[in-house]
């Protein structure tokens, strides 16, 4: 295998890394960085800055009739899915937030079957279930608060977030 094959596939590998590792931190930031209870708060400042470096990014602006659609979009984003992602993170464990995060390549599998009647692989679904039970092995600890609210949150914004 050449140089530069090898080098390709380790780019590949930290790019795919990254942004678990990113979506991670998340909980890190809102527990230990963030003030408490203000999940709008917290997703504004979470996706704000994205937003206006995207707009900056592109070097022009919406046009006139693309605006409504644009703020509607991100009202709904900050105020429901960013949202649900810090109410989650404020009132969940963060190996208990790992875990049923890890159950959606279930529930897109799921989905897929029900809505296209595309019936996942067999590797695919055991994969997914060996990896909940490990993730569930290592991170959920005896004394986890199983919060309703939390969990409700993070259910409600399921499969809609990345990775």
């Given at each position: ?127 997914s279930v060996a990896g909940v039970a ?30």
């Amino acid at each position: 295998m050449s140089a530069r094959l090898m080098a390709s596939r380790w780019s590949d590998v930290l790019l795919t890394a990254l942004a678990p590792a990113i979506w991670g931190s998340t909980y890190i930031v809102t527990t230990q960085l963030l003030p408490p209870d203000r999940p709008f708060t917290a997703a504004l400042l979470r996706v704000l800055p994205a937003g206006l470096l995207l707009i900056l990014a592109s070097r022009h602006l919406p046009r006139r009739g693309d605006w409504g659609r644009l703020l509607t979009l991100s009202a709904l984003n900050i105020g429901v899915f960013q949202a649900l992602l810090f109410v989650a993170a404020y009132r969940l464990p963060g190996g208990l937030a790992a875990v049923l995060g890890a159950i959606q390549p279930l529930l897109v599998m799921g989905l897929a079957w029900g809505l296209d009647g595309r019936r996942p692989a067999r590797v695919a679904a055991w994969a997914s279930v060996a990896g909940v039970a490990g993730m569930a092995a290592l991170l959920l600890s005896p004394g986890a608060v199983w919060d309703g609210v939390g969990m409700l949150a993070a259910r409600r914004r399921w499969p809609a977030a990345p990775i």
